[in-house]
């Protein structure tokens, strides 16, 4: 990728960019996924023509879904959403039919340290890690209530 004139992000070593003449080419690698970003078709033809002669790849087209997050594109911009895996992470801890809350954090609630019981910690930190991939993903807006939760992720306990 250097030899070929692309820079490594210096935040994200998965990130590879070059901006020759007035466009730009993003290459954005995850273990074998890979999203390539340039507003000019020409340019996605070469740097995939490039990437194939290095290595042995499938070209899948315009990506629609990528780590769990499809992509939707429609004539007003872009959509990100992570509803069918937010459905699998609630059918897997058991909780798709649950009653739908009117905000992501009851302030009614009040969350203490468990000093009983000790209580399902590996699932409690499965929920707690799933909903932080969520919240970095595509749902900013549950940050508080994931950033409270994960402060009791040894010996959680609900007082009511």
């Known amino acids: 990728m250097i030899s070929n004139g692309y820079l490594i992000n210096g935040g994200d070593l998965c990130r590879f960019s070059k ?3 007035n466009s730009g080419v993003i290459i954005c690698l995850y273990v074998d996924d890979m999203l390539i970003f340039e507003t000019n078709i020409e340019r996605v033809k070469e740097t995939k023509y490039f990437l194939a002669s290095q ?3 499938k070209d899948l087209r315009e990506a629609d879904v990528i780590l ?3 992509i939707v594109r429609s004539a007003s911009g872009w959509t990100l959403t992570q509803s069918s895996h937010i459905e699998k992470v609630l059918k897997r801890f058991g909780h798709f039919d649950d009653k739908t809350a009117p905000t992501p954090f009851d302030p009614s609630i009040k969350l203490v340290r468990n000093s009983d019981d000790i209580l399902d910690q590996l699932t409690y930190s499965q929920i707690v890690g799933s909903l932080m991939y969520v919240m970095h993903c595509t749902r900013p807006d549950i940050g508080y209530a994931v950033g409270t939760l994960s402060k009791f992720t040894s010996r959680y306990s609900i007082m009511g």
Request: zero cysteines; glycine letters at 12%.
């Open 68 to 70: 769990g997050i499809k």
């Open 55 to 57: 290595f042995k790849m």
């Open 19 to 21: 901006f020759p003449e």
